[in-house]
């Protein structure tokens, strides 16, 4: 069955580095990850996706694990404007089965 | 801006009613989605469309059911609303299915059920 993992909650603290970690283990070969934040009474907006390097925009880093059934989104300073959900999904983009897997989902919290 | 647009924000229906949760993209893209998300639930896909009049059925359609007549508008219809059915719905497009593109999301729509 499809899953993906993320921890339920974390804290960090204002202007320091955050790593939200996330497990995508029956992920296959040709499936993107996608990281998604999700602000309160908002919908999802995207962050950040890959396949197999690490990439980086403007908002976060993705690191893959080298197997990739893992990632890790990077926010490198966190700011209490990135308080919110963070959402680590994967999908198959080909043919007509383009669907993202979504996790739970984790909340981050930012202290001052 | 690239926009998704949920026409309602807030819904209260009353069970069994008939229940269309209408959404509207503004980006001519491909495929369209709807999702809902649970507390400790996550977001969970009912249903997509990945051209007009095309459909596939997600991990949970059952009780619901979807329609696109035009590219642009992707309608998410409760047959016979039920109070398992309050939750928060979510419409999302992305561009042609082989590229390699994030999805849009609205706002949601907020449904309870009474």
């Known amino acids: 069955d499809a899953k993906t993992t993320q921890p339920n909650s974390m804290e960090s603290n204002e202007e320091e580095p955050v790593h939200l970690p996330c497990n995508h283990s029956t992920i296959s070969g040709t499936d993107y990850i996608h990281w998604y934040r999700q602000l309160p009474s908002q919908g999802p907006e995207y962050v950040i996706h890959g396949l197999t390097s690490n990439v980086n925009n403007r908002m976060a880093s993705l690191a893959i694990a080298e197997d990739r059934k893992s990632s890790t989104l990077i926010l490198h300073r966190a700011t209490l404007r990135d308080a919110a959900v963070y959402y680590c999904?994967?999908?198959?983009?080909?043919?007509?089965?383009?669907?993202?897997?979504f996790g739970t989902g984790t909340l981050l919290a930012v202290q001052p | 801006d690239v926009k998704v647009t949920q026409s309602s924000r807030y819904l209260v229906k009353r069970t069994g009613e008939k229940v269309f949760l209408e959404c509207v993209q503004d980006?001519?893209?491909?495929?369209m989605f709807w999702y809902r998300q649970d507390p400790g639930l996550g977001l969970r896909l009912i249903y997509f469309s990945y051209d007009v009049k095309m459909k596939e059925k997600g991990d949970i359609p059952e009780g619901y059911s979807v329609s696109r007549e035009k590219k642009e508008r992707f309608s998410l219809i409760l047959e016979s609303a039920s109070t398992n059915q309050t939750s928060m719905y979510l419409c999302?497009?992305?561009?042609?299915?082989?590229?390699?593109?994030?999805?849009?999301f609205g706002s949601g729509t907020r449904l309870t059920v009474v």
């Open positions: 999904s994967w999908g198959n983009y080909g043919g007509a089965t383009n669907k993202l897997i």
């Open positions: 999302a497009s992305s561009p042609s299915t082989r590229a390699n593109y994030g999805y849009t």
């Open positions: 980006m001519d893209h491909e495929n």
